[in-house]
């Protein structure tokens, strides 16, 4: 055997020992997750806050659904909802914490999931459901892009709280505060992770037009100046995500690999001729429903039906685009680290202990 061939012998057995411990991760992964059979919930049509370019209050006039439920009629709803099946509740708002006898009702029913808030009612422990606290930047910032709201409460709330993980929603103007979050973070012992802001049709519809006026939702943005992400945005914020994640690793709970497909400046979806994109993982099916506040299945493309879809990025439903297109070609070994790296992001965001 000649030198060179003693080398190709050595790495392809190493390539194959790679693959083979990849595999062993994903198994055990696999098995901790289980089958998750996922819906989502709208518990209530309030929030506490006004956030800019909010995805909820907007378009389609959610603020104007009826929520006349009682905690026993969302009880009985819950407990169908896991007899039809439901193992895994993901429950929105707009602000859930304002309900939380729907969201006690949810856990007592389904037992797991993830509850999207933004931190400022702590949600009583006994609900055992994750709890993603959304913040948009530091003290300051975070009080004028969202109203009132003043991120310090939800770290008080939830320090070393195991259910908790802080996740950075991050536009055009806030990059600059990626490391003060994430020495909060540090500080409070929550972990951080990060999404990109995802404009509305509404919010792009208001952009591009002189001529719409303001709402609570659309008080500090303009077509010069906004929350929208660039190419350069985007390579500024990888480079801070890059410099915390070194400066902070017990902190930052995020892959890199799916950080490159999600910033495409060109989005990631494949988009038909209304502009509703064909290859998410995250539209829904029979079994994977959206329910309104007022318990009905919700007739939408997805879960955040008024995200604009060629400029979506929220996080939670990208990791279902990138975790299914990319099961579907693991040819080569580092395509397949990375996506069962990511799938182990997941799991750290998603599945409680
Ligand atoms: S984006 Fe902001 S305003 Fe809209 S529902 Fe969420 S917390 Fe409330
Ligand atoms: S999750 Fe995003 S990309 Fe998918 S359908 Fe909804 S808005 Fe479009």
């Known amino acids: 055997m000649t030198k060179a ?3 190709v012998n050595h790495m392809n057995t190493l390539t194959v020992d790679n693959m083979k411990r990849t595999l062993q991760r994903y198994k055990f992964m696999r098995k901790k997750i289980g089958r998750v059979a996922g819906s989502n919930y709208d518990l209530t049509n309030k929030c506490n806050l006004t956030c800019e370019g909010c995805l909820y209050f907007s378009g389609d006039g959610v603020e104007n659904y009826q929520d006349v439920s009682t905690c026993s009629d969302w009880e009985q709803f819950f407990q169908r909802e896991a007899k039809r ?14 309900v939380p006898d729907r969201i006690i009702a949810a856990w007592q029913a389904i037992g797991n999931g993830v509850v999207f808030t933004n ?4 949600i009583d422990h006994d ?10 930047g530091d003290v300051e910032q975070g009080q004028s892009y969202r109203g009132i709201h003043s991120p310090m409460k939800a770290f008080v709330n939830y320090a070393g709280d195991d259910r908790a993980v802080v996740i950075m929603t991050l536009n055009a103007q806030n990059i600059s505060e990626i490391r003060n979050v994430a020495y909060r973070c540090s500080e409070y012992d929550l972990p951080l992770s990060f999404s990109y802001f995802s404009p509305t049709d509404d919010y792009l519809y208001r952009l591009n037009s002189g001529s719409v006026g303001r709402s609570e939702y659309f008080r500090i943005s303009s077509s010069s100046n906004n929350l929208l992400m660039s190419q350069d945005d985007f390579r500024r914020a990888r480079s801070a995500i890059e410099q915390v994640m070194s400066e902070f690793p ?3 709970v995020y892959s890199l690999a ?14 038909d001729e209304h502009g509703t994109a064909l290859n998410c993982g995250n539209r829904l099916t029979h079994d994977f429903k959206h329910f309104s506040v007022m318990m009905e299945e919700h007739p939408g493309k997805c879960c955040l039906p008024n995200i604009n879809c060629k400029e979506c990025r929220a996080y939670a439903v990208s990791y279902a685009s990138f975790l299914t297109r990319r099961g579907k070609k693991l040819h080569a070994d580092t395509v397949m680290e990375q996506w069962v790296d990511v799938w182990e992001v997941w799991a750290r965001l998603f599945i409680s202990e």
């Open 5 to 7: 061939s003693r080398v």
């Open 85 to 98: 099946g439901v193992n895994f509740a993901y429950i929105a708002g707009a602000e859930p914490s304002l």
């Open 119 to 122: 931190g400022i009612r702590y």
């Open 127 to 136: 609900v055992g459901f994750k709890i993603h606290i959304s913040v948009w």
């Open 250 to 252: 017990e902190t930052i």
């Open 258 to 271: 799916f950080d490159s497909w999600l910033s495409n400046p060109d989005g990631v979806y494949v988009l």
